[in-house]
Structures are given as C-alpha cells and as structure tokens.
C-alpha cells in the first residue's frame, strides 16, 4: 500500500527535565535574535552611519512579509534636507526631487532578501524613471568600510539609479523602530509617504507597481 505513512514507533517520551531543557534552549535562541529569510535584523544606532549586523542568518524562507503601514504620514523635513553622497561621490538630499515620486530603498551588500528585490526596482527604474519617478537607494552600511563593495553591487546588478548610503539621522527616523532589511518607502509627490513596505516578498512588485501607479495620478 503506497502513500504517505504516520509512523509513531520513534517517537520519544518527553519527560519533565527534556521539556525545561527544550524550554531552556528555545528561550536562549529567542534572545539572540536569529532571524532568516526574507527579512533581516539592523541595529541602529547614535552613529553615522547606520550600524548593522554584518553576519545575518540565513537559513529557511520566511513566510511572504506583507506591506506595512508606516506611523508617519509626510516626511520629515530634516530628513529631506540631510546631506548624502552617492557612490560616485556626488553631494545630494531628498529635497532635490521634490515634485517627483520617490521610491526609497534601504538595503545592505551582505542582505539576502536585498539581492532579490534589487532586481525588481531596476525593472520598475527603467518602467517609471521617464514618468518622474526617482528610486533611491541607500545602503545601511559603513560608507568607508563599504565603498567598494557597493560599487561592485552596483555593476554585477546593473543598478541604473541612484545608490548612496545613509546616515542614521535619515535611516533611523524613515525606520520607525522596523529593525529589519529590506525597506522600502514610496513618497508621493507632495512628500507624503504613501507606503512602506518592510522585508521582501516575491508579490510586492505588483504592489509597488500600483502604487507608484497611483501616484502619477
């Protein structure tokens, strides 16, 4: 007789000393926050620029992370007008895009979920760039200590908008205490932020995309 099969024979019998030991071990995982997947843990901290875990786990997928409703409704002033330097070096802020939509990426190198996502934006780059729409990515990590590496990123990936890094004045309040990559915000064109999305999840292209559609709106 074919199909599957309940075999119980192995089972083992859980005593009370092997359940506060399990307990025990569980409790000890929790603390040291081991996340995998497709949404990863970054530390913020009073630095510049964000600090983040170098060597996230990754282990089994994550279920699909759903878009997120952030706590802020516009975008904070001092966030539009905090310098950034892009990956070749240039000076520029958020405000310089004022009128425009503008899709925000906040990504690492070492981000598993990141590298799947990235994809998706140069796709929605080259679809609504000429529409006015301005995606922005900003790397978590240590400008210095990541300088190569992120240009590297840029040319395996083909990334053909603009990637720069951010400092904790701009990551941290954009976060809303989300400690996880990837994020994504969409700022409409009167600077409200329209939606955040936290983590990755093979279905939020679409979503994205009709929400950059409504914004062109």
Known sequence: MSGETNNRSDEKVWTRRRIMSVAARLVMISALGIISGDLLPVATAATTPISVDANPSASAPAPAVAAAPTELTDLPPEITVAPLKDAKGASFKLADFFGKVIVINLWATWCGPCRREIPELVKLNKEFHSRGVEIIGLSTEDPDGSAEKVRKFIQDFQ???????????????????????????????????LKHFVGFSPSYASQLRQVIEEALK
Do not use: N
């Open 159 to 193: 990334i053909d908008y603009r990637i720069g890094w951010a400092p904790v004045e701009v990551g941290a309040p954009l976060m809303q205490g989300h400690q996880s990559i990837p994020q994504i915000f969409v700022i409409s064109r009167d600077i409200r932020i």
